[in-house]
């Protein structure tokens, strides 16, 4: 989420963080046409693969370092880059917020970077890459069913789509009942999915900094800090040795930081304003293919039915919500 991101883990994603104006923009009016160039296609297809690869980040990761220690210590590291450039291209003034605005960014961080992308992360110690982004990209589905509850009014291909996302969830969660992974890992991972539609949902309602770069920075800043904390609470620093942890784990801690929450990062903010946002979009139902097929061919997750048949599902269900939502 990056899951990513998260990322979503990112979701992770989204990032994770990138995926707070990502996954809303799913489900937001429609922006003026643009013209799609070959810069476009460039940034869409980071955006793609990156945020795809995370959830395979992630699983290096924790291989050898502990979930929400190691997650703690990518988002404040990304936080600080990132603050770094924005007052280096902007100016300090930049990054100047009202209490309001620091208040709604700190609580949107928590549910997107400790609740989305934490849980993920926690999750992705018992169940495969694949699984977890698949079960990550109904995030659509909950956003649906939240705004719903907030008093808007989605459209009936929406809901339709998410009854096929539930559907979807319903097979995906198989594995877990069927004892082939734990059921722990698949219910983390759903919690982190409403986390993470939560903080989205929240994202758009609440007073955000104007700048979005500069409203990630705090965001990821609180969620790493409070990730971290969580760490501690957990133990997870007793007996943690460095010098034991694996060269890949350390070289995926800095790609998720580096690629997953700067470059995608980037890349997306950019998209939004050079390119429709239903195309933008679109990463929702690509990501987790990415995830998938990259964790079958690096790390030989599995690939069966329940998987390809509730991920081709929820893919479907979300491609439903994105583009009857366009039209709407």
């Not at 659509?140 to 096929?164: H, I, K, N, Q, S």
């Not at 409403?194 to 770069?213: D, E, I, Q, T, Y």
């Amino acid at each position: 989420m990056t899951s990513p991101a998260a990322d979503p883990a990112s979701p992770e994603t989204r990032t994770a963080t990138t995926t707070v104006t990502a996954t809303d923009s799913a489900t937001a009016s429609p922006a003026p046409a643009r013209r799609i160039t070959g810069a476009v296609w460039a940034a869409l297809g980071i955006v793609y693969v990156v945020w795809g690869s995370t959830y395979l980040g992630i699983r290096i990761v924790v291989e050898t370092l502990p979930p929400f220690l190691s997650g703690g210590a990518r988002f404040i590291t990304a936080g600080l880059l990132l603050a770094a450039i924005v007052a280096w291209r902007q100016g300090p003034a930049a990054l100047r917020v009202t209490r309001r605005e620091l208040g709604s960014a700190a609580l949107v961080g928590l549910l997107l970077i400790l609740g989305g992308n934490g849980l993920v992360v926690l999750a992705e110690t018992s169940i495969p890459s694949g699984l977890a982004a698949l079960l990550v990209a109904a995030v659509p589905v909950w956003v649906v069913l939240l705004r719903t509850v907030l008093g808007d009014r989605p459209g009936p291909g929406a809901f339709g789509g998410v009854l096929l996302g539930f559907a979807g969830l319903g097979v995906l969660t198989v594995p877990g009942l069927s004892g082939e992974v734990k059921i722990g890992g698949v219910v983390l991972v759903l919690v982190a999915a409403l986390c993470w539609s939560a903080g989205s949902v929240s994202s758009a309602r609440l007073p955000m900094p104007a700048n979005p770069f500069t409203a990630s920075v705090y965001e990821m800043l609180a969620g790493g800090l409070a990730a971290l904390a969580l760490g501690l609470v957990r133990g997870e620093h007793q007996g943690l040795d460095l010098g034991a942890v694996s060269g890949r784990s350390w070289a995926a801690l800095a790609y998720l930081v580096v690629f997953g929450s700067l470059i995608a990062f980037t890349a997306y903010a950019w998209l939004l304003q050079a390119a429709p946002v239903s195309l933008a979009a679109t990463y929702a139902y690509v990501n987790p293919v990415v995830a998938v097929l990259l964790g079958a061919l690096v790390l030989n997750e599995a690939l069966t039915w329940p998987i390809l048949l509730g991920g081709a599902i929820v893919v479907g269900g979300v491609c439903l919500i994105v583009s009857t939502e366009r039209r709407g």
